[in-house]
């Protein structure tokens, strides 16, 4: 369950809503249940361990209801995908501030997810999930009210599709529309590093690879198959309308997830027991960086979302101006990534048995380079939404692999706070990697033609991909992947 888009749904590795982790060896537990303030143990479940568990409840209640909430607030994020970019190029057409959009959104994974890590470990993550929903559903319809006052100021949608238009930034709205997007980020690291610790409560360590593959490729139904056209046509009817729709599909997320029972699990630390925070996100850091395989994992991941999201900083302006996609193309691009997304989750978990798990993730290192190349040279809209699925089936893969890899090894009193440091690599480097992408289009858009310069980045992110897979395969084979599984640094 991610915020909102501020730019189209790129294919970038282990999203926020796709990472529902835990990593390294087999956990170790304490006894004593998990404090639910008297929810009762899953009706559909004993409280044994998830293994077991598994085996006679493989797809529990607790599940469907996760299933369900992810499911929705996704369609949500589907319609922010139209209307967040949207709504930014009708405040300014300037690559920076476009792309320093994405940059804020992001910025909090590198500067708060290490101690979200340490708030993860120290309350219910459940309930976490649920609180950051409702601050999202907030956040969505102060954002609604605010575009529905402007609207009348804001430029025709159809507009937004010339190259040669020309506006004033407003300032008013554009830094409010800033600050939204960085409470959103704030909000989507708690929420999604509770989350990416809560799964392997309620579904068994050896249903963790069906159990993510199922729910991501119900999520690309709804993030980037069926929100994204619904929202071209709310935007169509009313600037301000799809706004209040993500904040309804907030709303109903926040109230499935708390209807989730929570099992017996491991005790946070009691609250006199509790450590300073710099001690407990210090153990967390150690016990990452001296794993040999997640430590180089992370570092690989963090360098592929940087160069995923280099391209898609302004991949907005790339897409209305190079490919002159109207509100209603640039949803449906959307879908390609849908359809492969579909057929990666799905698959994910056969390909890797069938091929093995290092030539899994190989192809998604070298399908990168190849998608983002074509896509540079592309002129027509349906090119770039086959690459979209092609490149988002095999990211899918990535995911369902790597991220149920982590969900079986790190120990469980560990979880959110290792899980908060992987993610202050593998997504604290997006950032990084978008504001680098809009200085790349200004700096060449003042040297060369707009139209090279919107192009470039994808050009760079081809030979980026093809350096770092000579880096990365000699770490990634699948019997270091296997014998990190195993329990073996």
Do not use: C
């Not at 908060?420 to 690599?425: A, E, L, M, N």
């Not at 480097?429 to 992408?437: A, R």
């Not at 980026?464 to 599984?485: D, M, N, Q, S, W």
């Amino acid at each position: 369950m991610s915020s909102t888009a501020t730019s189209v749904n790129s294919p970038v590795l282990d999203p926020p809503n796709h990472d529902l982790n835990v990593p390294y060896g087999p956990r170790l537990r304490r006894e004593g249940p998990w404090p639910t303030d008297n929810v009762a143990p899953m009706a559909d479940a004993t409280p044994t361990d998830t293994a077991n568990r598994s085996e006679t409840h493989p797809l529990s209640r607790n599940y469907r209801r996760l299933f369900a909430a992810s499911t929705i607030s996704n369609l949500g994020d589907g319609i922010g995908i139209i209307a967040y970019p949207w709504l930014a190029t009708a405040l300014t057409r300037d690559p920076f501030l476009i792309a320093l959009v994405a940059t804020v959104q992001r910025l909090p994974w590198l500067v708060f997810s290490l101690p979200a890590g340490v708030i993860t470990d120290r309350y219910e993550r459940r309930k976490l999930m649920v609180w950051s929903n409702i601050a999202r559903t907030i956040l969505a319809l102060a954002v609604a009210f605010i575009v529905l006052g402007a609207q009348g100021s804001l430029p025709d949608v159809d507009r937004l599709t010339d190259p040669d238009l020309v506006l004033d930034t407003d300032v008013r709205l554009y830094v409010l529309l800033l600050i939204a997007t960085m409470l959103f980020g704030i909000a989507e690291v708690i929420h999604d590093n509770a989350a990416q610790t809560f799964m392997p409560a309620i579904v068994g360590t050896d249903q963790l690879e069906k159990a993510n593959g199922r729910l991501w490729g119900a999520e690309m139904i709804a993030n980037t198959f069926s929100g994204p056209p619904l929202g071209a046509f709310l935007i169509a009817i009313a600037f301000s309308l799809p706004f209040f729709i993500d904040s309804i599909t907030f709303a109903i997320a926040a109230l499935l997830v708390w209807l989730i029972s929570v099992p017996n699990r491991t005790a946070p630390p009691a609250l006199e027991d509790r450590r300073p925070w710099k001690t407990e996100m210090a153990e967390g850091i150690r016990w990452l960086w001296n794993h040999d395989f997640l430590r180089h994992l992370a570092i690989i991941l963090g360098l592929l979302n940087a160069i995923g999201s280099i391209t898609f900083a302004a991949m907005v302006l790339f897409a209305q101006e190079v490919l002159g996609t109207s509100a209603t193309e640039f949803a449906l691009l959307n879908t390609g990534a849908a359809m492969g997304g579909i057929v990666g989750g799905w698959t994910a978990s056969a390909l890797s048995k069938r091929i093995g798990t290092g030539p899994s993730l190989y192809l998604t290192l070298i399908g990168g380079g190849v998608t983002s190349l074509v896509i540079g040279l592309a002129g027509w809209w349906p090119m770039v939404w086959l690459m979209f699925a092609i490149y988002t089936g095999l990211g899918t893969v990535w995911n369902v692999i790597t991220v149920s890899l982590r969900q079986t090894i790190i120990p469980d009193e560990l979880l959110g706070r290792v899980n908060s440091v992987y993610r202050f690599f593998a997504w604290g480097m997006i950032p990084i990697g978008s504001l680098i992408g809009g200085v790349m289009v200004v700096g060449i858009d003042a040297t060369a033609s707009r139209e090279l310069a919107l192009r470039f980045p994808w050009f760079a992110a081809a030979a980026l991909h093809l350096v770092l897979f000579v880096y990365a395969a000699p770490k990634l084979t699948t019997a270091r992947i296997e014998g990190a599984r195993a329990g073996h640094d």
